[in-house]
């Protein structure tokens, strides 16, 4: 499958995988993807979501928002919110018990050099398949993978959204 990845796109992989291991993660998922396509602004990713007016260290921010959540999803946080429940005291409350960034989870330290691909990371990258056919390209570069990460909802598709990048805008860009 990686045969058919442009350079900039398995740098992508890899980085993605460099930021799991730095965040002590079980699994490489969607928001080591997009936080690994922040690292080549010059790619065409990168280009596209600074021609969208996004600055890079914003998207940063709110991946390591959404992260500190712990899979809490912008919609749930609304639904709870509906019923009095504040998604952000509660982490707070959290943090003061048990340390910075207690839900976002890991290995327990252990030292690693493969991390496997969580489900949500290995659709992302059928995605990306499915998108270099229907454009009509041969190559899976960083715009497929960004376009994959808009198209399935989840935690990566939540922060770009807050900042108006989904899955129609990035194919009329490409267009």
């Not at 007016?53 to 609304?78: M, N, Q, W």
Request: hydrophobic share 45%; proline share 3%.
């Amino acid at each position: 499958m990686f045969e058919r990845f442009t350079a900039d796109a398995r740098e992508v992989v890899v980085e993605a995988q460099q930021d799991a291991i730095r965040l002590d993660s079980p699994q490489i998922d969607a928001l080591h993807l997009l936080a690994a396509l922040l690292h080549f602004p010059d790619s065409k990713a990168g280009s596209l979501l600074t021609g969208f007016g996004l600055a890079l260290d914003d998207v940063a921010a709110e991946t390591a928002r959404v992260r500190r959540r712990g899979g809490i999803t912008e919609a749930d946080a609304e639904a709870l919110g509906e019923f009095g429940i504040d998604v952000e005291t509660i982490l707070d409350r959290i943090e003061q018990a048990h340390g910075p960034n207690a839900l976002v989870g890991g290995a327990g330290g252990r030292k690693r050099r493969h991390i496997p691909f969580a489900d949500e990371s290995k659709k992302v990258l059928q995605v990306c398949l499915k998108e270099v056919i229907s454009l009509g390209g041969k190559e899976l570069g960083t715009e497929h993978i960004l376009l994959a990460l808009t198209a399935l909802r989840g935690p990566a598709a939540d922060v770009l959204a807050r900042f108006d990048v989904d899955a129609p805008r990035i194919r009329q860009a490409l267009t």
